[in-house]
């Protein structure tokens, strides 16, 4: 407690602005328990960036946080660039605070000599990573917090490629950022270095995810969309790209179009949460429509519902979404010719099917850690490889690299087009879908989130990783684990042979069980959430569509009895 009063009492100096200091003193008189949460640590990078809950203290997203961080960038960028015109971009969402704290990040990089362009509004995240290359920038900012309560907001790093930092880049970011004190932040601006923009980045953007996302889909002016962009900024750019793309029959759930970061009508923000597509549902089925679009704040997620065997709307999950999308897309590469290079990638927490489907169609698929920051260094990596798409379990997919960041904009685009096409086609997504089960295997999954708050939280989620570690999960609803794998190490054991083996990901805080029957089951800290994750996946044979929903119940079963047995649900 007493580096807690130390490190509070260090906001106090006349280097912090009046609110701060007046917030800090009521905390260190009248609420004790709330002053730790804010000082006992600094926020720090997950997988998403920086995120937290705004407010004054180390522990919170604040103007001197911010400033840190972005001195410390600055630092390292006029170090690497120092022969160069240092050039960043800057986009903000909807969220509270986002406009003014976008503005004092902007203020730091000039005041360090560094030409800033700062969107004039709120613009979505795939926009943001698509400047960076569009206006050859060193590096770009998005202020967000994605799907996260109202109380939060964030700040993600991306580089030159478009793609967030990863190693080596974020470690010596890091490092120079824990170098500094926050009195060394520089906040008088060269306002000259300043620039404003919108129209024309708009224009680039929404081209290229119409090029990128159109495949000529049949049945357009058949196909009914009801969009929602849940209060966020993909408002901006979605209902345009559709427009501009050929559907007409788009209905824009108007309750839920202007941006709000207190999000009214919904409990949370996030397209993987039922709740968030209620309203959107509602309108869907009043109208007869095919397809429900949903998107998060920053519009990276996207959450898709379409009508199932019974006709009424089922929202899809993560992978199933990614499964069709990567079909369709690899469907038209394989119309153009494979050349053999081609690849699709995945996260260690996705669906196994998309190993399976790329077997299926002789290319590569490559995994990689939680985050999109990973899929887009493959990219960078492996520039002698065509990336075709890809994504994760948690609602964002890519399409090609011109946006270097899960993209729900151009994915949005992606899914109509499937949609439509599968209409035309006297099919729909849903049997589509279904027909890939028959083909590659039927794969279904569930995601147990379990929120832990707080210093107490934190301390809690660290020791069920410490104690899964140390008692390792033996089987899984009769079937015996074969294989643990411990990306803390970055090590796979064969529990059969006793072979333990390297594997070529950089370590995370991870662990994941594969039993004999191929059931996968993965616990994962979340890294820029208060939650301790766990994904499930398990498999059966679907030898003919007809026999879908009795395999499906099958399947349901077996996910209920493992819940069961490990006492998490």
Known sequence: MDTILTNAKSWLTDFFDVNTKTEINDLLQNNTEELKDRFYKNLEFGTGGMRGIMGAGTNRINKYTLGKSTQGLSNYLNKVYAN????????????????????????????????????????????????????????????????????????????????????????AIVAEINSLSYEDIKFDANNDLIELIDKEVDEAFIDASVKNGSFNAKGKDDFKIVFTSLHGTSITAIPEVLKRAGYKNVTVIEEQAKPDGNFPTVKSPNPEEPEALSIAIKKAEEIGADMVIGTDPDSDRLGVAVRNLDGKMEILNGNQSMIMMTKFLLDQRKAQGFTGNEFIASTIVSTPMMDALAKGYGVECKTALTGFKWIAKMIKDFPEQHFVGGGEESFGFMVGDFVRDKDAVTSTLLACEIGANAKANGSSFYKDLIDCYVAYGFYKEKLISLTKKGMSGAEEISQMMVDFKNNPVSALDGSKVVIIEDYNTATSKNLITGVVSDIDIPTSNVLIYITEDGTKMAARPSGTEPKIKFYFSINGNLEKSEDFKKVDAELNAKIDRILKELKIA
């Open 84 to 171: 160069e015109e240092v050039k960043v971009v800057i986009a903000y969402d909807c969220r509270h605070n986002s406009d003014t704290l976008a503005k004092t990040v902007a203020e730091v990089f000039a005041a360090n000599g560094i030409k800033v362009y700062l969107f004039s509004e709120l613009r979505t995240t795939p926009e943001l990573s698509f400047a960076v290359k569009h206006l050859s920038c060193h590096a770009g900012i998005v202020l967000t917090a994605s799907h996260n309560p109202p109380e939060y907001n964030g700040y993600k790093v991306y580089w030159t490629d478009g793609g967030q930092i990863v190693p080596p880049e974020d470690g």
